[in-house]
């Protein structure tokens, strides 16, 4: 990864994960804890990003909120790849019959715009993060899918499957073998696409009010309430939001470098 | 001006509404429009289906509709749609005179008739309308001629002119209602000042001067001064703030307690106290462990520190107060013995109850402000005496679901307070199988009081009962009362001869704008 | 199909059990899912979107006011990323390599990552609660106010229009590289053509093809913002509505907000097909 923004990206990456696995070490005070004399406190050195409406410490909040991002995004992209990969290698794959099956739910799908989507699920199960992480997966996982499929459609005209398939494999072994290995690189680097849209969909219900629940604080809660205080606190609505534009920046960064290191092009997902 | 102020202005701002009866507006007519704005649209503009009394549809309400009476800050009645009124002996026929001249904004006469279908229309069970319930004491309504409209109760009650005067008692033109039908909610027409315009949902909604309005001001100029009204919808505190500060509106209802200081020093700004704020409160189910146990109740009540939450959550503002009463209603009684934040006692009572080493505890609470605030407060503070809250948060509906099928542990409360009618609190919270007995405690001798406090007239008998009512609630400590905060209306200094509902409901009616 | 009672939005917490019950056989909420679900769309079908429980209000109605204003909040912003996005991805292809292209290419990775939510809270924090300059919410109709109507909409479609302008800044600057690099256009400089004019008259044409359809797709992302952006600015449109629909558990008003949304992106994916085949003769519409 020689791109200097590859590096810059992967080192706010860092100093996510970091923030996220090491708060009970970093964070200067519990995310919790009160403060009833420090109410609304600017920041200074003993708050860096200020303190909110219970004086409690805003770095340590949004510390916390990477744990929170950061889980989301880990997991709902899992869900979506573990299911989406498959889905994409099956229709690509294993006939035109199930290809137009899975493709017409496919479409179907997303005519859903990934966030309507998302409300639309939260609104069946209910508020709450977890339904957020399933619902950030259920968007992701047609987009997936469809990825995957159009890597096969590719690779399988590739003169080395035709090779394999003239020795006589099975279309199970070609499959996995041979196709399954070259789609990896786009996934890879799709996968970091759909990272940062799981962030950006979870802190959007966070927001709203349908994602996180106090008192764990997501950014995107984090943001809406400080909305309760901005002619007050401008740092309230401000260092949240900071830390999901940073996140996402990471992301996309890092993706672009994955994509020159791969020697990937993606469609137009 | 030092927040702590604000009581003290709240009591006096009370005691001169009830001394100067009816100032004389120097305004006139004027044809100005002006725009006010509240957080929460109604979810019908007919009045039956509206939110619980003194709730925030009343601010639309009062621009549109009349009650026969109306209830003022000093406990008095006005007339206004009935002239006159008589009580028979035994207190359960009430007979009422109605005024002549006055029309439905459509044309409809008002007359006993009218009136009659009104109060027929809110107990019919095929409306279903919720509004009604606050109506159930009347058996029968009758126009026994023209203009008098003869009431009978199925027993004496103290509450039945308060609730004449609130949403219940609101008169619709009956001929509106019956061609509209289901479309009369979004078609309001009534007897009031203004009439409506147009209710653009999700933004405002416009009413104008009706120009055959019955009622004048002293001097014989007609009502209302204003040309007319625009309430807008905007949830968010600190938005009403900007639009009040540049002109864009001249009147809000609630901001937070933090922007009082910012209104006061603001010299186009005003800030009105209302005669009514909130009560936040909570409860615990005392219908089994841990909490059935009295012993471990008082233990938590004397580990909260009621001040320390007050000053935390109302920038100072508030106020705290034996019971869920504010020191201002008239049931108020400062010798209440009540639970003060004693640490040491809350250590001993805590060990006496069987729980030397801390209790974990649920507490269920609605998502809303302040009262996540609050729970997350009491968690922290809390934590010291071991007593170690894990919080709830659930969405109103399924709240409401768990603390009425008593499946919790401890819940967040709030209460709008003072009430029209003590009894409108007392009844249906602490009440005789009351409809929001949070707590689920049982005490007969409490309902006894509450039973008979809500037919006894005279006004000394009736403090006295709620006293008593108080000192048993404290004594069960089914609740644990925290701490009233004030609600103030930031205004535009131009705003004048503003008045207002017992309940803090808007009276747009006498208002004019200064130069 | 949303969890909760909606008889609490509509009664109220003090209505009695037997009030409750009374409603949910008014509104049908006690036959099973299923059915309900059939009910409604045969009902749709006839063009009866049912009413709202929570206002009465007939579905069809509010989406006849709120359409407008989402639509509108959405060609707004459209037109804001077309207009800033292509000249911006030209400039950054023409200038390929130089400072303009490191500072406009920089520019559009920042208007992607940026929470859109938060862009529109900084935007209020700074040009209505700090400046004054603009109203900080609320809407307008145009014909009442064409002036203030306008006031009021710029900051909204900043927000919503940020990402697109972003995505099209950068998808434009792609395509313009990609199509120069191409022999036509060689040849064309071989020619003689200035620069400038190759630029614009052979390139961007048929650069504007994939941009197209990236605009297209937006479209959806577009009305995803715009509900989160009605929400915080208080304009009444689409997106409000349907927000205000799953907390209040007005299941009518959701269903009918998602059905014109989800249609109106299935139309939009098939004009920008369409368009696809008029502009560029190799794509046949199937």
Redesign the interface.
């Known amino acids: 990864m020689r791109s200097p923004l590859g590096v810059i990206g992967l080192v706010l990456l860092l100093v996510n994960i970091v923030g996220a696995v090491g708060y009970e070490v970093i964070a200067p005070y519990p995310y919790?804890?009160?403060h009833?004399r420090d109410?609304?406190h600017e920041p200074s050195q003993e708050y860096p990003f200020g303190t909110d409406?219970?004086?409690r410490d805003t770095l340590s909040r949004v510390i916390y909120g990477a744990r929170i991002s950061l889980g989301v995004m880990t997991i709902s992209t899992g869900l979506a790849l573990v299911v989406g990969v498959p889905v994409g290698l099956i229709s690509g794959y294993m006939g035109p019959l199930a290809d137009a099956l899975i493709m017409r739910i496919i479409d179907a799908w997303l005519a859903f715009p990934a966030l309507i989507l998302a409300l639309a699920i939260v609104a069946i199960l209910g508020?709450g993060l977890f339904n957020t992480m399933i619902a950030v997966a259920i968007v992701n996982m047609p987009r997936t899918a469809r990825l995957v499929r159009g890597e096969v459609l590719r690779l399988r005209e590739q003169e080395y499957v035709t090779a394999a398939r003239a020795l006589g494999a099975s279309k199970r072994r070609i499959l996995l073998r041979h196709i399954y290995p070259g789609t990896l690189g786009s996934t890879i680097v799709f996968a970091s696409l759909l990272a940062s849209q799981a962030i950006i969909t979870e802190s959007s219900l966070s927001f709203l009010?349908l994602g996180a629940?106090?008192?764990e604080p997501s950014w995107g809660s984090m943001i809406a309430m400080g909305?309760?205080?901005?002619?007050?606190a401008w740092w309230l609505s401000f260092f949240p939001g900071l830390a999901i534009f940073l996140t996402v920046f990471a992301l996309s960064f890092v993706g672009d470098a994955l994509r020159d290191a791969l020697d990937v092009r993606l469609g137009h997902n | 001006m030092k927040p702590r102020k604000l009581l003290l202005l709240l009591a006096a701002l009370l005691l001169a509404l009830a001394v100067l009866p009816g100032v004389n507006a120097q305004g006139g007519r004027s044809d100005e429009t002006i725009t006010v704005a509240t957080d929460l649209e109604p979810?019908?503009l007919d009045p039956l289906?509206g939110?619980?009394i003194g709730g925030p549809d009343r601010y639309t309400y009062n621009l549109m509709y009349e009650t026969l009476i109306r209830l003022e800050q000093d406990g008095s009645l006005t007339p206004m749609l009935a002239e006159s009124y008589e009580v028979s002996e035994d207190g359960t026929m009430l007979t009422f005179t109605l005024r002549e001249g006055v029309t439905f904004h459509d044309g409809t006469p008002f007359n006993a008739e009218a009136a009659a279908f009104n109060l027929n229309r809110a107990l019919d069970?095929e409306v279903?309308a919720?509004r009604g319930?606050d109506l159930t004491v009347i058996e029968s309504v009758e126009a026994t001629d023209e203009m008098t409209l003869v009431i009978t109760l199925a027993n004496p009650s103290a509450t039945i002119f308060t609730n004449l005067a609130t949403e219940a008692g609101m008169m619709i033109s009956p001929t509106a209602w019956q061609t509209l039908g289901?479309?009369y909610?979004?078609n309001p027409v009534g007897t009031g000042p203004f009439r409506f315009v147009e209710w653009?949902?999700?933004?405002r909604l416009i009413v104008e001067r009706f120009e055959d309005y019955w009622r004048m001001d002293a001097a014989g100029v007609p009502l209302p001064y204003l040309a007319g009204v625009t309430m807008?919808?905007?949830?968010?505190?600190?938005?009403k703030?900007?639009?009040l500060q540049?002109g864009?509106v001249a009147l809000t209802d609630a901001i937070?307690p933090?922007?009082f200081e910012?209104v006061e020093d603001d010299p186009d700004l005003q800030l009105i106290l209302v005669p009514s704020g909130i009560h936040q409160w909570m409860t615990f189910n005392v219908t089994q462990p841990p909490f059935d146990d009295v012993t471990l109740r008082r233990a938590i009540l004397h580990a909260i520190d009621r001040q320390?939450l007050s000053?935390?959550i109302t920038?100072g503002t508030g106020e705290v107060t034996p019971t869920i009463v504010p020191s201002f209603w008239w049931v108020y009684e400062p010798e209440l013995e009540d639970y003060d934040y004693d640490p040491e006692q809350a250590r001993q009572l805590l060990a006496e109850a069987g729980y030397p080493d801390g209790i974990d505890v649920t507490m269920s609470i609605i998502?809303r402000?302040p009262d996540?605030?609050i729970?997350?407060?009491l968690?922290?503070?809390l934590a010291e005496f071991n007593i170690n809250i894990e919080?709830e948060?659930l969405?109103?509906?399924?709240w409401?679901?768990k603390v009425l099928a008593y499946d919790y542990e401890m819940a967040m409360l709030r209460a709008g307070v003072p009430r029209p009618d003590p009894d409108f609190l007392f009844g249906?919270v602490f009440g005789r199988g009351a409809?929001?007995n949070w707590s689920g405690g049982q005490n007969e001798e409490l309902f006894g009081i509450i039973d008979e406090a809500a037919t006894v007239r005279d006004r000394d008998a009736r403090r006295e009962l709620y006293v008593r009512a108080q000192e048993i609630i404290l004594a069960d400590a089914f609740y644990g009362f925290l701490f009233f905060r004030p609600v103030a209306f930031p205004a535009s200094d131009a705003l004048q001869n503003f008045t207002m509902d017992v309940d803090g409901g808007w009276r747009l009616g006498e208002v004019w704008l200064s130069e | 199909m949303l969890p909760?009672?909606p008889t609490?939005?509509?009664?109220?917490?003090?209505?009695?059990q037997a009030?409750r019950e009374?409603?949910r056989e008014?509104l049908g909420l006690n036959d099973p899912l299923p059915v309900r679900y059939v009910a409604w769309l045969g009902d749709v079908f006839q063009g009866d979107f049912g009413?709202s429980y929570?206002?009465?209000?007939p579905v069809l109605d509010?989406l006849e006011?709120?359409i407008p204003i989402t639509l509108e909040l959405t060609f707004l912003s459209m037109g804001l990323a077309i207009l800033l996005g292509v000249p911006l991805g030209v400039l950054s292809a023409r200038f390929h390599n130089t400072i303009i292209d490191v500072l406009a290419s920089t520019l559009s990775i920042v208007g992607m990552a940026v929470p859109f939510f938060w862009l529109g809270i900084l935007l209020?924090m700074f040009f209505?609660?700090r400046l004054?300059w603009l109203?900080?919410?609320?809407?307008i109709p145009i014909a009442e106010d064409p002036v203030e109507h306008f006031k009021l909409m710029i900051l909204p479609t900043l927000t919503v229009g940020a990402a697109m302008t972003a995505t099209i800044a950068r998808q434009t600057r792609g395509s313009m590289l990609e199509v120069l690099s191409e022999d036509y256009v060689r040849t064309a400089r071989a020619k003689g053509l200035r620069q400038d004019a190759v630029v614009f008259r052979h390139a961007l044409r048929n650069a504007l093809i994939p941009v197209m359809t990236v605009a297209g797709l937006q479209v959806g992302a577009l009305l995803g913002g715009a509900v989160v952006t009605e929400t915080i600015f208080?304009l009444?449109g689409l997106g409000?509505?349907l927000v205000?629909g799953i907390f209040q558990?007005d299941f009518p008003v959701v269903q009918g907000a998602i059905l014109f949304i989800v249609s109106s992106v299935l139309l939009v994916n098939l004009i920008t097909d369409l368009l696809y085949a008029m502009v560029d003769p190799r794509v046949k519409v199937s």
Not at chain 1, 227 to 232: A, L, P, V
Not at chain 2, 395 to 398: F, S, V
């Open positions: 919790a804890e009160i009833p109410i609304l409406n219970l004086g508020p009010g629940q106090p008192p909305t309760r205080y901005w002619n007050h | 979810n019908s289906f939110d619980a069970p279903n919720p319930a289901e479309d909610g979004r653009r949902s999700g933004d807008r919808f905007i949830s968010d505190p600190a938005v703030l900007v639009e540049t864009n937070n933090i922007d910012i320390l000053d935390v920038f998502q402000e996540t605030q729970a997350e407060l968690q922290a503070t919080i948060v969405e109103r509906q399924a409401i679901d249906t409809a929001n | 909760g009672d609490f939005t509509i009664l109220g917490e003090e209505a009695t009030q009374r409603a008014e009413r929570r206002t009465r209000e509010m006011q709120r209020i209505s609660l004054g109203p900080p919410s609320g809407y208080s009444p409000r509505m205000n558990r």
